[in-house]
């Protein structure tokens, strides 16, 4: 017997500005339309392709360094600069903590993928040399949005398209290329589709690999540590945060294990004074000079705020927040109150943007202000080299506040979208429903 199609929810039936998007391919889907006759494997494979042209157009626009090199001040006046080439400065090395390697500044799985695109690149002239790893590490960020955009559509399959905002973000094309965050973002959105498909320890211990990618998948943990307590769910809640412990113990051995220090590259970042995007780089903007050790201690200060944001809002029965909401309210809190919010930041959120189901009319007017300040940042950076022709520090710090509010706004959609749909109002057109998100043991 014939199995029945699983009837999907459509974007383009409920979100203005997807359905008007889609005015260019034939409109809207019809009411008797044939959805749901492929699985959710067919979207992320298109959304995967499409994802891919956007960071051909991030390669284009990094075409001047592209053709001339990432040297300054001419990477920050044609906003080509990328974190990526600079793994070719060092000569090829024995481990990524050798002197001059990525484990000084980067954690232990970046540094480690860093090391190894670097050990493929084959040695030649530097600017040949630096083309090579930007082309590689080109390729390995496109397979890594793959992941993301598969996790993401398997994580909903009932609506896969909503994997379009990781695939075809605007963001993709300033921040994609600018480092390896997209490894930690996979394997966040790996982590989160363990954890729907009721596997918590698979779950914790992809979150953990996560955090030895960069720090903000920390998060998640937390959210999904509290979505487990509040629902008295103590076997899932001690399997994901058991993997958790293993995957991060782990990462940490790697690092020792040939002999370097895994911890290095947060005493950098303890050592750091605020950086680009930084609401306290606001308020050095405005005369009042932070040292090192109080930034840390309010980026410190920021984590435990997001905590008891997180414990607040996964307790109050009038919102009762998923683990997708609950970690993009805590991630904002994170952000805005740390040392630095890079370019590449923005990645974090577009998987928890999708499995929210906010509509696009706030991800393209988040993702607007993104690019503007994606000008903004290099313009400023290059104020060491030019006065003249960078931007002046009160035009930077309004971008930046404008930046951050943006970010608080997609985190109070975010809640503003839980409870519509605890109030039994209508499903938004990405059909996300909560429970999904609340997997069991």
Not at 194 to 214: D, I, Q, V, Y
Not at 248 to 262: E, F, K, R, T
Not at 344 to 352: E, F, G, H, N
Request: charge should be positive; glycine fraction near 8%; charged fraction near 10%.
């Amino acid at each position: 017997m014939p199995r029945t199609p699983v009837r999907l929810a459509v974007p383009s039936r409920g979100d203005g500005v997807v359905a008007q998007a889609c005015e260019v391919i034939g409109g809207v889907v019809g009411r008797y339309a044939g959805v749901g006759r492929r699985p959710w494997t067919f979207a992320a494979a298109l959304l995967s392709a499409a994802a891919s042209v956007f960071v051909a157009l991030g390669v284009l626009q990094k075409n001047h360094c592209v053709r001339s090199g990432w040297s300054t001040p001419g990477s920050l006046w044609r906003a080509c600069y990328s974190d990526l080439p600079g793994a070719v400065t060092a000569q090829h090395l024995s481990d990524p903590w050798a002197t001059g390697g990525p484990g000084e500044s980067q954690p232990v799985l970046t540094a480690y993928l860093t090391w190894l695109v670097r050990l493929l690149t084959p040695e030649g002239s530097g600017l040949v040399e630096q083309r090579f790893y930007f082309a590689a590490a080109a390729i390995v960020i496109v397979l890594l949005i793959a992941v993301t955009v598969a996790a993401v559509a398997a994580t909903l399959p009932r609506s896969p398209w909503v994997a379009a905002h990781v695939a075809l973000s605007p963001v993709l094309i300033t921040a994609s290329l600018m480092s390896y965050d997209m490894l930690g973002v996979a394997l966040m959105a790996l982590g989160v589709l363990a954890w729907t498909r009721r596997h918590p320890l698979m779950a914790g211990t992809l979150l953990g690999a996560a955090t030895m990618a960069r720090t903000f998948p920390a998060v998640v943990i937390v959210a999904i540590a509290l979505v487990a307590w509040r629902e008295r769910r103590q076997t899932a809640l001690w399997r994901v945060l058991s993997g958790a412990v293993a995957a991060i113990a782990v990462g940490l051995i790697l690092g020792w294990a040939v002999g370097g220090d895994p911890l290095a590259s947060y005493q950098v970042w303890s050592d750091q004074s605020a950086g680009y995007g930084s609401s306290w780089l606001v308020v050095q903007i405005a005369g009042l000079d932070l040292p090192a050790a109080a930034l840390t201690a309010l980026a410190v200060i920021g984590w435990v705020l997001a905590l008891v944001v997180g414990v607040y809002l996964a307790t109050d029965r009038e919102r009762n927040l998923d683990v997708a909401h609950l970690s993009l309210v805590m991630l904002v809190v994170v952000m805005v109150t740390g040392k630095s919010v890079s370019v590449q930041s923005a990645l974090w959120l577009l998987p928890l943007i999708a499995l929210c189901g906010l509509r696009w009319r706030d991800h393209l007017v988040w993702a607007g202000i993104e690019l503007a300040s994606f000008a903004a940042v290099w313009m400023y950076a290059g104020t060491s080299f030019n006065e003249n022709r960078s931007l002046p520090g009160p035009a930077y710090a309004l971008l930046t506040v404008l930046r951050l509010l943006a970010w608080i706004g997609l985190a109070w959609q975010a809640v503003a979208t839980q409870r519509r749909l605890d109030e039994g109002e209508a499903l938004p057109p990405t059909g996300v429903r909560r429970p999904i998100l609340s997997a069991a043991d």
